[in-house]
């Protein structure tokens, strides 16, 4: 009985020392140079598996930011410089709600902005919406992020259902153009939120568009093997196949389609995977003529896409990505609206943020026309739809669709080479 | 009097081997039997038979009249008989105490009702000053002892007691049998597996033999430790020899 | 047909990842939740041996199958045997079974900070071409796959019932008391155990590498299914390791084909369940092993 | 050749040895008998090394042995036959015997090991191949027994060879100790079979409740009152 | 006199934990400690069944996941108060608990382990492809999002943090009483027994299974608490995160590295190393990838390498030595009742 009296104490002890530990060193940063630092923090997995898109995302808007604070930092504010203050959030959505408080009430940063995952967007914009700090989503796509009627979320990105919308009309000119008639679709998707709420929206767009799903067959994400899957589509002949995918089993599953030979009218992806660096490395000559959606390219042919692409290059070693492009794109207009506010108080902050209207700057590369609706979503966020194509030799993703943003001098390939054999 | 315990053709086989052989036998209310063969005879199979730990090829337990063949363990010990085990297993993490007392909350639900049955026992078996002392730190004779203890707080009223009397020396076996003539006297029918003759001939008024799995023998120590095919199977083909 | 011989050359590989679980099962009765992590270091080390040498994957088996076997050595030696020793009266040494998940997070994140995050693929002279063989067409490199696990398994087995180290290690799986009495090393075959359950895991890796991508997690994608494959087969059992493999490879492709392939890994999860629950022993497992 | 000193033994907390002291000449057959539970098998248990003792010294030839592990002293030529045979059920006679020769000393003479082997217990070469588990208790001592020969010990030790065994295989058993103790190897028998085992060696100890409370030679202990009492039943 | 001194610390103990959201002002820090006692609270419910049973269940997620799902669908669906529909949740897992129970409590060892697994990651497949469940929404993969009604103490949504910190303490002392109950009861020493030997406790008139049943049940109830406050304090549920292996070997890992078998050490366990990985995040989080998670790894490691009896034992030394020989009475060992 003595005892246990004893390591209560000893308990308790820990406790208080170990809560007072993380008091001590939390609280202590945040003193010095605050008149002239506005705090931005953004949520990235930097670990676990798609640490390697939290890094990219990472490294665009640290370029952003660095441009930014080099040519004079917030003027309204007195040049302030930003700061960027990255928390990781594993991808896991307890993890990203816990970084969301910590950022907001001990960095008591501006504005949140970042995630990735729709996942983590979820629930940490929830929080950022209790405490009235505004929260810019740049890629997250699910549609639901800004369905909920919240206030301080503004999301860059377009919605999932926007590509598959898109990619139905690119079907249907399509065929029209080239007189290939399409009837029949298959969609491959992995089972998470993501590939669920494609199918949602394919669900929603192809039978209006007169097409039937003959295919819908969901599997694990980091599949070991997906040749069962593409046996079946083999069997099933659809006209289209369809696919969400991250790189893994992207590259997985071009590569299985080319070793059985299966040969639809098109592969056309939806980003995620199809659009990583790493895709074309994984699955080699196989991925060639594939169809991928995506809302930016290096050759999409807006103003000063090129520019910031090859100064992103140069400082990293490869080549920016939709996700990353959204990120760069977005720390502008961050900037933007803070240079409106003239303040770093959210709510301000927030009313800049709704009143965004960018035609013209860097923010070009991304879209003509940056503007929210009143749920906080970017109006007519852009998208536009690639092809793996060989260049002299070698394999590029060429921009091919809607023609006024497609490369110059590049054209379509379709249907599927040996299609319908 | 009347048959507590009653075996009926208990058969088992293991693979090829029969290690229990059609075994006839009847224990009566309030006798100490002892169960005496050579190693690998069957004793603590027919032990395993009797408590559900094995099902027997064919044959049957009847206990206090009723069939039990075919009970679990649980519920067996639940009928009335408590066994102990040849290598004994006490809870090694546990006090002594409280290893009695898991016994007795067989009967009882409540830990002061089951804490008073230990200590009882703990009386009669010698075991208080060791209360709260782990059971992996006793002494194998303190483990035996241990083992019975467990046994008695189910409140049996028949008892198996496997070779609990081994390895003790002579003041301790002296100690041991006293023991467990007066849990006898209690009124607990006790059936023992022992090795040690001079013990169960001083506690049984009965003793079975059995060999190869076959009861070879049955009656008073007197006759039994006289009988020729006992003396055979005991101290092998010396016998021939001698 | 196509999708037979798919499983076949999946299940293989599945069958050889699982051969060094159930082995250092069976010999140390140890369940070694740190498989999946030793896969991906493997994979990790022949990746990155063949793109710097550019050397055939398949001679790249004669370097990393030793490193790994000192690798398994090693995490035997100094990790595996103190809490073994600690726990000896233990019946089930489950802070075993922790430490080796506990290990696998070391591992997972050791190659996060070395080789950073992104997903790679040796792409080798036959990763793109495919083998017809009638109508069936296989990937060359799934094809060199399952004949490497089949070939590898033979060796495997036959290094066990052949050879004297092989021995010792069967006879300290069935008895290790007995088997120190006969003058065997028992430390030492225990470690020599997780060597060669590690070493084989390098040789699934070569065989991986070609048409599978490599990153730090990829040891959970086998993990799951190796546990499985070696309930299934029986635990301690090789032939096991490896039939239950092509099971598990033959029901995922098959199934697939009836249903979606997310619920194919139901089905696995199934058929695990129902073997455990009927013959926990497996197809091939002796209850005397465990 | 053994000599053991003051030796305290056990498992855990609990000592089950007690000061043990004894000795073993070169070419002795000693018996060492008691009750089930005495400490017999924790005796051979701890001079194979499988246990390691609290205290007390043990020593073979001026080297001292305790502490060393149980593949170096078998390597010394001290090899256990376990209590209930033990042996390696899922392999065929042919290959636990062959697991017997596993050290390397033993491994150059596979072959006349085998052939002596097969001489001394013919059944075993008749059985070659089959499984070990599918055997009958007695055939298995022969393979245990067999088993250990393979590895060529100087002292060979056996712990309750005649358990379970039906009076004529025991005597076959005891027969084969007998052959095996004529070529120059020492034998340490573990017997409850009283009679028996201090009619096959020259001297005996008693042991009782982890201590040794009698010894001398094997004629003399046969005599004694107290064993006759409380071992042989007479 | 001695008595007071303890009934005394208790008191003391009790009041600090209440003030606590006095002292720490900072929304982050409290919520670091509500999730820091959140997990001290699934490594106690773990361990009635996987530390007093001896069962190693790797599959518990499962039961947050009920917890969580179902009361959050009858809140969803029909506006059923979480303080309501806990109840639903908590039979729901127990349920669940005696549908897994009856056959895998055969199984022994490694074996039950495997089958937890097999059966918990089944189970997520199944609930990341279900979007519909009768009337209720369930999600898919998608996951679920809990309705928003604002503060709510009906709806167990407050904007503060404050009154989660109440809960999940008054949650935690809940689940210790629970315990202290079991151990002390006939149920805990069936448990402790059946754990250190089946075939005796049997003999003993010890039924093991439904002994192992009733305690999965009670540790499958306790969980699926967890997991509903979970659910309201994040208001959103994401199939692998709730349910998936992250969060079964995380109760295992802190209940065993606390210090299983014991009433404080998963307590002690989870609080701990859950605060321990949360300062390792906070400084080592945006630097190098997986440094954090790999010097946790690590700390384990160490732990389980070098007081495999857990954290528990090694305050129970300190502590000890430090009050000196008055505690060593009657010659029980030190670490026996640790935590008891």
Request: net charge neutral; charged share 15%.
């Amino acid at each position: 009985m003595k005892k246990r009296g004893t390591r209560f104490i000893g308990l308790l002890v820990t406790m208080v020392m170990l809560i007072s530990l993380v008091a001590g060193c939390g609280g202590g940063g945040n003193s010095a140079d605050k008149a002239k630092e506005i705090k931005i923090g953004t949520i990235l997995p930097l670990s676990g598996s798609a640490a390697p898109l939290g890094k990219i995302g990472q490294q665009a808007r640290d370029m952003a930011i660095e441009e930014i604070n080099a040519a004079g930092g917030i003027k309204s504010i007195g040049g302030a410089q930003i700061k960027m203050i990255y928390a990781d959030s594993k991808g896991d959505p307890a993890t990203g709600v816990s970084e969301a408080e910590r950022l907001i009430t001990m960095e008591q940063v501006a504005l949140l902005t970042g995630c990735y995952q729709s996942g983590v967007a979820m629930p940490s914009t929830e929080v950022a919406e209790r405490y009235k700090v505004p929260y810019f989503v740049d890629v997250p796509s699910e549609d639901k992020i800004t369905e909920r009627g919240f206030k301080y979320v503004f999301r860059l990105a377009e919605k999932t259902s926007w590509r598959n919308r898109d990619q139905t009309k690119f079907i249907t000119e399509m065929a029209k153009t080239y007189g290939t008639p399409v009837k029949t679709v298959g969609l491959i998707y992995e089972n998470t939120a993501w590939g669920q709420g494609a199918v949602k929206a394919w669900e929603k767009y192809l039978p209006e568009a007169g097409l039937e799903i003959v295919m819908k067959e969901p599997y694990p994400t980091n599949s070991s093997d997906l040749t069962p899957v593409v046996l079946k589509a083999k069997q099933l002949k659809p006209d289209i196949i369809m696919m969400v995918s991250y790189v893994s089993d992207a590259a997985l599953l071009t590569k299985t389609f080319a070793e059985h030979q299966v040969k639809p009218l098109a592969f056309i992806g939806t980003s995620g995977g199809f659009a990583d660096p790493t895709y074309y490395d994984l699955a080699g000559n196989a991925s060639e003529y594939y169809f991928d959606i995506s809302t930016w390219e290096p050759d999409v042919n807006r103003p000063s896409s090129q520019d910031v692409n090859n100064k992103f290059k140069e400082k990293y070693g490869y080549a920016m990505n939709a996700e990353a492009v959204k990120a760069y794109v977005g720390m502008y207009i961050i900037a933007d609206a803070l240079e409106r506010a003239a303040s770093a108080e959210p709510e301000k902050i927030r009313e800049a943020l709704a009143a965004t209207d960018i035609n013209q700057g860097v923010t070009q590369m991304y879209a003509a026309q940056t503007k929210f609706d009143e749920t906080g979503q970017m109006i007519n966020a852009p998208i536009v739809i690639c092809q793996y194509q060989k260049v002299d030799g070698k394999m590029e993703r060429i921009t091919v669709w809607p023609q006024e943003e497609a490369r110059v001098g590049s054209h379509i390939v379709w249907p599927y080479p040996g299609a319908g054999k | 009097m009347s048959k507590i315990l009653e075996l009926k053709d208990l058969t088992i086989k293991f693979g090829g081997l029969t290690a229990v052989n059609h075994l006839n036998m009847h224990l009566e209310e309030g006798e100490a039997l002892g169960l005496i063969g050579p190693n690998g005879a069957g004793k603590t199979t027919a032990f395993n038979l009797i408590v559900g730990v094995y099902q027997p090829t064919s044959g049957k337990v009847l206990f206090n009249s009723e069939d039990i063949t075919g009970l679990k363990p649980y519920q067996v010990c639940h009928k009335g008989i408590g066994r102990t085990f040849q290598v004994v297993k006490p809870f090694g993490n546990m006090t002594v105490e409280q290893n009695i007392m898991v016994g007795a909350f067989a009967k009882t639900s409540s830990p002061r009702g089951a804490r008073q049955i230990a200590s009882n026992i703990m009386e009669k078996v010698g075991l208080q000053a060791k209360k709260n002392v782990l059971a992996h730190n006793l002494t194998i004779p303190e483990r035996k002892r241990l083992e019975m203890a467990k046994a008695l707080a189910t409140n049996p009223q028949l008892l198996l007691l496997d070779e609990v009397l081994a390895g003790l020396n002579p003041t301790e076996l002296e100690e041991a049998i006293k023991l467990i003539k007066s849990i006898n006297e209690d009124g607990i029918t006790i059936m023992m597996i022992e090795h040690v003759l001079q013990a169960t001939m001083a506690i049984c008024s009965r003793i079975v033999v059995l060999d190869y799995g076959r009861k070879i023998a049955e009656g008073s120590p007197q006759e039994v430790t006289s009988n020729p095919e006992v003396i055979k199977a005991y101290l092998g083909d010396e016998y021939d020899n001698d | 047909m196509s999708v037979v011989a798919n499983g076949l050359s999946m299940g293989a590989i599945y069958g050889l990842i699982a051969l060094g679980l159930t082995l250092i099962f069976g010999i140390m009765k140890i369940i070694n939740f740190a498989q999946g992590a030793l896969l991906m270091l493997s994979m990790m080390i022949s990746y990155w041996l063949w793109k710097l040498t550019g050397l055939n994957p398949l001679i790249l088996i004669l370097i990393v199958g030793p490193i790994m076997f000192v690798v398994g050595y090693l995490c035997q030696r100094f990790l595996v045997r103190p809490v073994l020793d600690s726990e000896k009266n233990v019946r089930e040494p489950v802070s075993v079974l922790l430490l080796t998940a506990a290990l696998a997070i070391v591992l997972e994140n050791l190659a996060l900070m070395i080789f950073g995050a992104d997903y790679v693929m040796a792409k080798t002279s036959f990763s793109e071409q495919t083998i017809a063989l009638g109508a069936v067409t296989v990937s060359a490199a799934r094809f060199y796959g399952l004949i490497i696990a089949l070939v590898v398994a033979g060796v495997f087995w036959l290094f066990l019932q052949r050879t004297q180290t092989g021995r010792n290690i069967r006879a300290t799986g069935q008895d290790r008391n007995a088997a120190a009495l006969m003058g065997i090393n028992v430390p030492n075959t225990f470690a020599i155990a997780f060597g060669l359950g590690t070493a084989l895991l390098a040789v699934a890796a070569v065989a991986l590498i070609p048409f599978y991508y490599v990153h730090p997690s990829v040891g959970q994608v086998f993990m799951t299914k190796a546990f499985i494959v070696v309930v299934l087969g029986g635990l301690g059992s090789v032939p096991g390791a490896i039939l239950g493999g092509i099971l598990i490879g033959l029901i995922e492709s098959i199934g697939a084909q009836y249903m979606t392939a997310t619920l194919t890994v139901v089905l696995v999860y199934a058929v695990f369940l129902m073997v455990l629950f009927v013959k926990p022993s497996g197809m091939f497992g002796s209850r005397y092993d465990w | 050749m053994i000599s053991i000193k003051q030796l305290n033994s056990g498992y855990g907390d609990v000592t089950v040895l007690k000061d043990i002291s004894l000795n073993i000449e070169e070419g002795e057959v000693i018996s060492i008998v008691g009750a089930n539970g005495a400490g017999k098998t924790t005796l051979l248990n701890t001079i194979s090394g499988i246990i390691t003792p609290n205290n007390g010294e043990i020593w073979l030839d001026g080297y001292r042995i305790d502490h060393l592990p149980p593949h170096k002293i078998t390597a010394l030529g001290i090899v256990q036959v376990p209590e209930g045979r033990r042996l390696f059920p899922l392999m065929t006679v042919y290959e636990n015997l062959l697991i017997g020769a596993s050290l390397p000393r033993s491994r150059s003479k596979v072959k006349e090991n085998l052939e002596y082997v097969f001489e001394l217990l013919p059944r075993l070469a008749e059985r070659k191949d089959q499984i070990g588990r599918t055997m009958s208790g007695g055939e298995q001592q022969m393979v245990a027994i067999g088993r250990a020969l393979m590895a060529m010990p100087r002292l060979l030790m056996l712990d309750e060879p005649s358990m379970g065994l039906s009076p004529l295989l025991a005597g076959t058993v005891f027969e084969t100790i007998r052959k095996i103790s004529e070529q120059n190897i020492t034998v340490l028998l573990v017997e409850q079979n009283v009679k028996k085992a201090l009619g096959l060696s020259k001297r005996g100890y008693v042991l009782e409740n982890g201590f040794i409370t009698m010894d001398g030679p094997s004629t003399e202990l046969l005599n004694n009152p107290h064993i006759k009492k409380a071992y042989l039943g007479l | 006199m001695k008595f007071d001194k303890k009934l005394l610390l208790l008191i003391g103990l009790v009041v600090i934990l209440l003030l606590v959201p006095m002292m720490v002002t900072r929304p982050y820090f409290l919520h670091v400690i509500i999730m820091c006692l959140l997990w001290a609270y699934l490594a106690s419910s773990w361990n009635i069944i996987g530390g007093f049973a001896g069962q190693l269940s790797l599959g518990h997620g499962i039961y947050t996941a009920t917890g969580a799902y179902v009361t959050m669908m009858l809140f969803n669906t029909f506006g059923i108060s979480p303080w309501l529909g806990l109840f639903v949740g908590g039979a729901a897992a127990v349920l669940i608990s005696v549908l897994i129970g009856f056959p895998t409590f055969g199984l022994r060892g490694a074996y039950y382990a495997l089958a937890t697994v097999a059966i918990s990651e089944g189970i997520v497949v199944i609930i990341n492809s279900t979007h519909e469940l009768g009337p209720f929404s369930v999600g898919g993969a998608e996951g679920l999002i809990v309705k928003m009604v604002g503060d709510s103490a009906a709806a167990l949504q407050f904007s503060s943090k404050i009154p989660y910190y109440y809960l999940i303490l008054f949650m935690l002392f809940l689940v210790i009483a629970v315990s202290y109950w079991i151990k002390t009861s006939k149920l805990g020493y069936c448990l402790i027994a059946l754990k250190e030997d089946e075939d005796a406790a049997a003999a003993m008139g010890i039924n093991v299974r439904n002994n192992k049943l009733i305690a999965a049940m009670i540790s499958a109830f306790m969980t699926a608490l967890g997991g509903v406050f979970y659910a309201v304090l994040i208001r959103y549920l994401e199939p692998n995160a709730i349910a998936g292996g992250s969060m079964s070997t995380q109760m295992v890992f802190l209940s065993i590295v606390g210090g299983s078998g014991t009433i404080l050490g998963p307590v002690i366990g989870g609080i701990l190393l859950s605060l321990i990985s949360e300062v390792i995040r906070f400084y080592l989080g945006g630097q190098l990838m997986g440094l954090h998670l790999f010097i946790y790894g690590v700390i384990v490691l160490l732990v389980i390498m070098y007081q495999p009896r857990g954290i528990v034992a090694l305050l129970g030394q300190i502590v000890q030595r430090f009050s000196g020989p008055k505690t060593v009475e009657g010659g029980v060992s030190g670490v026996k009742d640790s935590g008891a």
